[in-house]
Structures are given as structure tokens and as C-alpha cells.
T-cell receptor, first 113, second 110 residues
Framework: DGGITQSPKYLFRKEGQNVTLSCEQN?????MYWYRQDPGQGLRLIYY???????QKGDIAEGYSVSREKKESFPLTVTSAQKNPTAFYLC????????????FGDGTRLSIL | DQQVKQNSPSLSVQEGRISILNCDYT??????FLWYKKYPAEGPTFLIS?????DKNEDGRFTVFLNKSAKHLSLHIVPSQPGDSAVYFC?????????FGDGTTLTVKP
């Protein structure tokens, strides 16, 4: 089945440690996105990539980093510089075309201990 | 400054009745609008969309209405079913980026 896989579903880390969230898609989509969702709030864009080896900052990029070395993979690193990293993180991708909807993974819930 | 707002955090309707979810936006540059549905512990899934050049789009039980002059869109679900209970997000697109509202939790009671 084609889709987006985020792993792990739950992640716990100690304060001050960097942590990397995985996102893999087999939809052959060019564009990929990372969002953060806090309780009672909508999705806020962290980073996005419209093509391999290129990515742009979203609205809340501070404290995060990404890479896009392969079309199917878009890992997100939450660095120790992110002041409030505990949240639900969603990865999405979009196919070719002007107004294609986004396909989402099932998310990773990150908790900082 | 929130550019996409869903002012009702929750909505409860009886099975078989109409559900109306509302969304307001402030940026007139948005040119495409989408609704997503989200169940707990899952990612959002696409439901229905509308281009800014249209005022209505229908897909089965779901209809989206767009009022550009009021910068308002709404999602109508008729008839509502218990399986429709979920969080609904509206999203507005411009230049390839989507801006999401905070979501409305719909509960359809049997």
C-alpha cells in the first residue's frame, strides 16, 4: 500500500538531547512537509521541501533541522535549541499538481522528560 | 495573527441531521481551500476542496461553500452519521503552502 510512514509513534527523550523523527513515503511525491500540533491547536508548518536536496523554513523552524537527500525520506531533527519540543509531529507529502491535497502520516508524539 | 480561524472548537449534532462547520480567513491571497478529517492517533485525511473561483463543491454527503467577499467557507455534512465524529480542519493554500485552522471536534450522536 502506498502511504507515509512515521516512526516511532511515541518517542521519549531527555532534555538537552537532539532527536530525529523519521518520515518515509512511497507515493513518489516530490513535496514533503513537517507540521507540529499542540493540544487544541491547528497544524503549524516547521519545514517543507519541494524537491530533493532543497528545503525551506516554515513558520516555526527555530530549533529544528531537516534534510532531503532522497525523494522518499524527509527526517526532522528536534535540537536542544527547541525550547518546548513536547508535541505531536506530523509529516505530509503532496503529489505533482497545483492544488493537490496533502497525504499525512499517523504522527509521532514526542515527549521530553 | 491567525490567518485561518475555526471559531467553534466543538459541535454536537444528532444522527441524520445536518452538520455545519465554519471557517474564516483573513488573507485574500489564499486561492484554494481544503477540509481534512482527523481521528484520534491518526494523521488527517483529505475530505473535500474548493477553488477560489468557485462557490460550491459537492461530493456525496459533503458540500463545501465558499463566500469570498466574506472570506468564509463552510462544510455541510448531510445526513450526519456517527462515523463522522472526528476533528475537522480547514486549510487555505497559497504558493504551495497550507495554513490550517485549529479544528472543530464534531460529535454525531446516535
Amino acid at each position: 500500500d502506498g502511504g507515509i510512514t512515521q516512526s516511532p509513534k511515541y518517542l521519549f527523550r531527555k532534555e538537552g538531547q537532539n532527536v530525529t523523527l523519521s518520515c518515509e513515503q512511497n507515493l513518489n511525491h516530490d513535496a514533503m512537509y513537517w507540521y507540529r500540533q499542540d493540544p487544541g491547536q491547528g497544524l503549524r508548518l516547521i519545514y517543507y521541501s519541494q524537491i530533493v536536496n532543497d528545503f525551506q523554513k516554515g513558520d516555526i523552524a527555530e530549533g529544528y533541522s531537516v534534510s532531503r537527500e532522497k525523494k522518499e525520506s524527509f527526517p526532522l531533527t528536534v535540537t536542544s535549541a527547541q525550547k518546548n519540543p513536547t508535541a505531536f509531529y506530523l509529516c505530509a507529502s503532496t503529489g505533482t499538481g497545483v492544488n493537490q491535497p496533502q497525504h499525512f502520516g499517523d504522527g509521532t508524539r514526542l515527549s521530553i522528560l | 495573527d491567525q490567518q485561518v480561524k475555526q471559531n467553534s472548537p466543538s459541535l454536537s449534532v444528532q444522527e441524520g441531521r445536518i452538520s455545519i462547520l465554519n471557517c474564516d480567513y483573513t488573507n485574500s491571497m489564499f486561492d484554494y481551500f481544503l477540509w481534512y478529517k482527523k481521528y484520534p492517533a491518526e494523521g488527517p485525511t483529505f475530505l473535500i476542496s474548493i477553488s477560489s473561483i468557485k462557490d460550491k463543491n459537492e461530493d456525496g454527503r459533503f458540500t463545501v461553500f465558499l463566500n469570498k467577499s466574506a472570506k468564509h467557507l463552510s462544510l455541510h455534512i448531510v445526513p450526519s452519521q456517527p462515523g463522522d465524529s472526528a476533528v475537522y480542519f480547514c486549510a487555505a493554500k497559497y504558493a504551495g503552502k497550507s495554513t490550517f485552522g485549529d479544528g472543530t471536534t464534531l460529535t454525531v450522536k446516535p
